[in-house]
Structure formats: structure tokens, C-alpha cells
């Protein structure tokens, strides 16, 4: 009986999926995806066109708006964990882990807020969106009991952002949007001991980054992204594991897709958890001659300052900031206090000193953040690759 069950409840699921997804992106529902239990879609990936070039120009042009936190917005819905299943008919309702939290699986049982999250970012002037996919890896899933979603998880998410940044780049032709497929951190470190009493332990390899990473990515590339982003940077080997897995997609693609690389400061004396600088960071990924390099979340934008102005000058390529809305408090209703008038003044402070390219926010903003901010720095000249670094 259970086997059975268990079966038919994952049809069921790829079935509401395929419509859900499919309805919350705009499209038109065919006969093949209603008939179709299989989540993978069609045999030939609808692949994305090489962009680089496009967003090349545009970097040149002008300082490009990133969108702001997804988990900040996603918290406003106060969804319970019959929503987070997606309601009792939904396609999770059995599932037998509890599922509140677990704000991926949202793409596949609420793909409606997900959507409506990204459109509110995009009629906010963000140039770019990324999927909602920060957790979407089999290794930071198996705490839901969904690592064997994964996968899923990123197709659909690239399928829904993809929809809503289309139905904007429609609306303005003059303004196309752009889909960051975001490749998180996981929760586990290949470079730090999880226990005190033995530095010498680790609870995963890069192997098994790799692998993991390498299945995200597969979803993401065929559910429609443009870029990908490898961000939130905490542990260099795990960032490594995750651009050695694009890597060899893009070897198995024949094709490579633009790459953004951003770090993450986790403390005052500027460096990274697995305890390295700016310059540091940046050496350890330069290899992959990533489209934009940058700093985004743990520090708010204030004590972001020295370390991007260190990532301005010592990288050669464009450079992207997306701080949060300043510093956790417990206290604040969204866990952060900076109103989009703050946040939006220290970006513009970026802007100003020729440091970025790429702005927006990370936890605690919001699309009145990213509005400020897309105000802030309209007009203002993007950096010039090496202009810093020559007056150095
Ligand atoms: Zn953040």
C-alpha cells in the first residue's frame, strides 16, 4: 500500500506542479505537460541564449539593480504548514516531515507567492531576479526529508522567475529583466570542523558539494536562467566545489552561462568564515572569470564599506554589492532595522565612490528598498573596470 501511495503522490505532485508552475509563469498549459507526470519537461532543454554580451553592454552603461530578500517577503505571508504543503489537497500534504521553514518548497507548493514576490521586486526597478533557490540543494533539503527534490525545486524556480521576468521584459522592451539562478551556501561547511574536539572532521566533502550543486544547477539551466550566482560565499571550498560543478555543466553544455561569485564578511576583521580577505576571496575564484564579483548579506551596508571598496579595487571584472538591511535585531519586525531611505543613502554612497555595478539587498529588504535604492543610484555612472585599481 505505501509504496504505492508514496508513488502516486509524487505524480500527483509533478502533475500540480506542471500547472502550477506553468499558471504562475504565464504559460499556457499544454496537453503534453497535463499528460506528462515526468518533472524533467521537455527532452531538449529550452536553454537560455547566451546573454554575456548583452549584459556586458549594460554594465558599461549603466549601474544595474539587483532584487532584495526573498525569505523578508515570504515571512509577510505568515504561511502555516498546511500552506508550506501547499493546502490539504496539496501536492506535499502527506509529506512526513514538517515543512514550515523550508521556504524552496514554496516553488513547488505556493508558486503563486513566489511569483508574486518577484513581481513586486520587478515593478520595483530590479534588473535582475534571482530564483528562490538559496536552499533548493540536496544537502540542505535532506533536513525536510526532500533532498531527492532538489532538482525539481530549481526547475520549477527558474520556470517561475523566468515567467515573471519575461512578462516585464514584455511590458518594456527598452529594460530587459534578467534571471539570477542563486546557488546558496548550504548549511554545511568542507572547510571548518563541526566538532571542537576534533578540528580534522567534516560533515560533507567536495565531492559530495559538487554532486549536490551539480543537480541544482541542471534545474536551473533548463528552467530558463540567465546567470548564475554563487553567492553568500561563507566557505570558500564550498564556493569552489559549487564553480567547479558549472564548470563541468558548462563542459557537458558545450556552452557557458555568465557567472556572478559573491562573498560574504561574516565579521569585523573582513574575512570570510573559512577566514579569508576580500583579495584572498577574490584570487581563490578569478579563475572562472566570473561576469561580477562582489559582498552581499551578513554586515549591512555600513561595515560593508571597506570591503567592497577592497573588492572595487582589486578585481578586474564588475562588481556587485547587495548588502542587508543593515545589522540583525531580534527586536525588528522583519530582523532588521535600516528603512529603505538608509540603505538606499549608503548604496548611493557606493555608487558615488565608483565601487559597483551591480546593487540591491539581501535579508530584510524589501521592494521599498529596492526602489530607494534604483533611485538612488539612477544617473550615477557605473565603475569602470580598473579605474581604482590604477589610482591605487
Ligand atoms: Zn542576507
Do not use: E, M, W
Given at each position: 500500500m505505501l509504496p504505492g501511495r508514496g508513488l502516486r503522490g509524487y505524480a500527483d505532485c509533478a502533475h500540480r506542479y506542471n500547472r502550477q508552475a506553468a499558471a504562475a509563469a504565464g504559460i499556457a498549459t499544454s496537453g503534453m505537460l497535463e499528460s506528462s507526470?515526468?518533472?524533467?519537461?521537455?527532452?531538449?532543454p529550452p536553454m537560455q541564449p547566451d546573454r554575456t554580451a548583452e549584459l556586458e553592454a549594460l554594465l558599461a552603461r549603466r549601474i544595474l539593480i539587483l532584487d532584495g530578500a526573498m525569505g523578508t517577503m515570504i515571512q509577510r505571508?505568515?504561511?502555516d504548514e498546511d500552506a508550506f504543503r501547499g493546502?490539504?489537497?496539496?501536492?506535499?500534504?502527506?509529506?512526513?516531515?514538517?515543512?514550515?521553514?523550508?521556504?524552496?518548497v514554496l516553488v513547488l507548493t505556493r508558486p503563486d507567492v513566489i511569483r508574486e514576490i518577484h513581481d513586486g521586486y520587478l515593478a520595483a526597478g530590479a534588473d535582475l531576479i534571482e530564483t528562490n533557490?538559496?536552499?533548493?540543494?540536496s544537502i540542505a533539503q535532506a533536513d525536510y526529508a526532500l533532498a531527492d527534490r532538489a532538482r525539481e525545486m530549481n526547475l520549477a524556480a527558474a520556470r517561475i522567475a523566468r515567467g515573471s521576468a519575461d512578462a516585464w521584459t514584455a511590458k518594456t522592451p527598452d529594460r530587459p529583466r534578467f534571471v539570477a539562478g542563486a546557488l546558496g551556501p548550504t548549511n554545511?561547511?568542507?572547510?571548518?570542523?563541526?566538532d571542537v574536539n576534533d578540528p580534522?572532521?567534516?560533515?560533507?566533502?567536495f565531492d559530495e558539494l559538487v554532486a549536490t550543486y551539480a543537480g541544482a544547477i541542471d534545474g536551473l539551466v533548463e528552467g530558463g536562467a540567465d546567470i548564475l550566482l554563487v553567492e553568500t560565499v561563507f566557505d570558500t571550498l564550498n564556493a569552489k566545489a559549487a564553480l567547479y560543478a558549472l564548470e563541468e555543466a558548462f563542459d557537458r553544455l558545450g556552452r557557458r552561462f555568465p557567472v556572478i561569485v559573491s562573498g560574504t564578511i561574516?565579521?569585523?576583521?573582513?574575512?570570510?568564515?573559512?577566514?579569508?580577505t576580500v583579495e584572498a576571496f577574490w584570487n581563490s575564484v578569478r579563475h572562472v572569470a566570473p561576469l561580477a564579483v562582489g559582498l552581499n548579506c551578513a554586515l549591512g551596508a555600513a561595515l560593508m564599506r571597506p570591503y567592497i571598496e577592497e573588492m572595487a579595487r582589486v578585481a578586474d571584472t564588475f562588481v556587485s554589492c547587495y548588502p542587508n538591511a543593515g545589522l540583525p535585531n531580534p527586536m525588528s519586525d522583519t530582523g532588521y532595522d535600516e528603512t529603505p531611505e538608509q540603505t538606499a543613502r549608503l548604496v548611493e554612497d557606493f555608487a558615488r565612490n565608483g565601487f559597483v555595478n551591480i546593487v540591491g539587498g539581501c535579508c530584510g529588504t524589501t521592494p521599498a528598498h529596492i526602489r530607494a535604492i534604483a533611485a538612488a543610484v539612477a544617473g550615477l555612472p557605473p565603475r569602470r573596470i580598473g579605474d581604482l585599481a590604477l589610482a591605487a
Open positions: 507526470p515526468a518533472i524533467p519537461g521537455p527532452a531538449q505571508y505568515r504561511l493546502g490539504h489537497a496539496g501536492c506535499l500534504a502527506g509529506h512526513a516531515h514538517d515543512l514550515k521553514g523550508d521556504n524552496d533557490t538559496f536552499g533548493a540543494t554545511r561547511t568542507a572547510s571548518i570542523s563541526p580534522g572532521a567534516r560533515n560533507v566533502t561574516t565579521d569585523a576583521s573582513g574575512r570570510t568564515l573559512s577566514g579569508q
